[in-house]
């Protein structure tokens, strides 16, 4: 033990005996042997997790990575906190028994960062919520900064008095605080001006829902019609190709940057060329994803289906798009084809608000079940804004 750090040890005896306070004993014991939480609130916890690695290995200052809040008593707070995650971020450190610390990771986490200015959702400081013992700034902060956190963390367990803390964390728990929510006006209005989006005289009279439907809609053999040989080989791919010759309707869109073939599919007809696609050999879903096409237009859903096969090094893929009226985007679910759609297709439903018929738990994952609009929508108006104010 260091006579530096711990005060009121006393030295002046012979090697053999040392004597100290049962407090300094206890804090010498709790410093070397932190167990921090295994979770993180966002980005930041990338930088955490390489903690555990060989390179850092911060095994050697007696920490363990704990996954249960009962075996832990350090809480590192990587990432940025929404209020979403406010409430679980709470109850793991109320499950955690005492003493426990905490480190509030990365500049979001202390004060919003990037989202301190117009989020819908971003809590402005994790201190408003639990007591922070050490603040680490950064965006993100890098491991050597975590361990000097960490040291400072220690230096401080060294030298509190453990009564004392346990008086002064009673007297001021901020999550016990009611919270304080002042209202701000939104700056989003929602209006855009249509003939900066739109100036072809021909088609200003037509709706603009019309338009898109009909554009999009089109029969690939239709489309095509116009085209000479060179080019329909040029739109076409191998896939596309392929559900021509079998009848399947559908619109070839080209190829993407990376050279991957796009093809847009009908909404009436999506679920039953997914099971097609599937039993060619589409067996695994990359990635399923929407976007707002523009304000008061279609909304698009989008599949990245990939093709594994053995002993292939460049598995074939394939992206489908599926465009769906706003006013009632219905598309039919394909959970029940690739069980990965599951959480990404409510994601599109929670931010763009496409149901996906027959999904077995089509609800809200991002945003609370209370929540009004979809936040994801060109043409989305932020409700008014609530933020946790003075909640000391």
């Known amino acids: 033990m260091n006579s530096i750090e711990f005060p009121l040890l006393d030295r002046t005896t012979q090697n053999s005996v040392i004597s100290t306070t049962s407090n300094d004993l206890s804090n010498w014991s709790r ?25 850092f290995d911060f095994d050697r200052y007696g920490l ?11 809480i590192l707070t990587a990432g940025t906190v929404t209020m979403k995650m406010a409430p679980s971020l709470v109850r793991l450190y109320e499950q955690m028994p005492e003493p426990k610390y905490v480190i509030a990771m990365g500049a979001c986490t202390i004060t919003g960062g990037m989202f301190s200015t117009d989020s819908y959702s971003t809590v402005r400081g994790v201190d408003k919520l639990i007591p922070v013992d050490v603040y680490l700034p ?12 960490i040291t400072k963390l220690r230096k401080k367990i060294s030298r509190e008095i453990y009564e004392d803390r346990i008086r002064s964390q009673r007297e001021n728990r901020c999550f016990t605080t009611n919270h304080k929510f002042r209202v701000g ?23 603009l829902e019309t338009l898109k439907l009909h554009i999009n ?6 489309y095509l019609s116009n085209k000479n040989p060179g080019e329909i080989k040029k739109m076409q791919g191998h896939l596309s190709a392929w559900l021509v010759k079998h009848g399947l309707v559908h619109r070839s869109l080209g190829f993407d940057y990376q050279g991957i073939e796009t093809l847009q599919i009908k909404p009436e007809d999506w679920h039953s060329i997914a099971v097609i696609l599937y039993v060619y050999g589409y067996n695994y879903l990359r990635s399923q994803c929407a976007y707002d096409v523009a304000p008061g ?10 093709r594994i096969e053995c002993g292939v090094d460049q598995p074939e893929e394939v992206c489908i798009k599926v465009f769906a009226s706003r006013r009632n985007p219905r598309i039919p679910s394909v959970f029940w084809v690739w069980k990965s759609a599951d959480f990404q297709e409510r994601e599109s439903y929670d931010m763009l608000g496409i149901s996906y018929d027959n999904h077995p738990r089509l609800k809200r994952i991002l945003m609370p079940e209370s929540w009004i609009g979809w936040p994801l929508r060109k ?14």
């Open 64 to 74: 363990v990575p704990r996954s249960s809040p009962r075996q832990a008593d350090l």
């Open 185 to 207: 006006c939104s700056t989003h209005t929602g209006n855009y001006d249509q003939r900066l989006l739109y100036q072809s005289p021909s088609t200003s009279e037509i709706p």
């Open 217 to 222: 809609f089109i029969v690939n053999a239709k």
């Open 138 to 149: 950064g965006c993100p902060p890098k491991p050597e900064a975590v361990i000097d956190a």
């Open 297 to 306: 237009g279609l909304l698009a859903s989008v599949y990245h289906l990939t």
């Open 31 to 55: 410093l070397s042997s932190l167990w921090p939480l295994l979770y993180g609130t966002s980005c930041c916890f990338i930088e955490f997790a390489s903690l555990i690695g060989s390179r």
């Open 379 to 392: 043409d989305y108006i932020a409700p008014n804004f609530y933020e946790i104010q003075d909640a000391h």
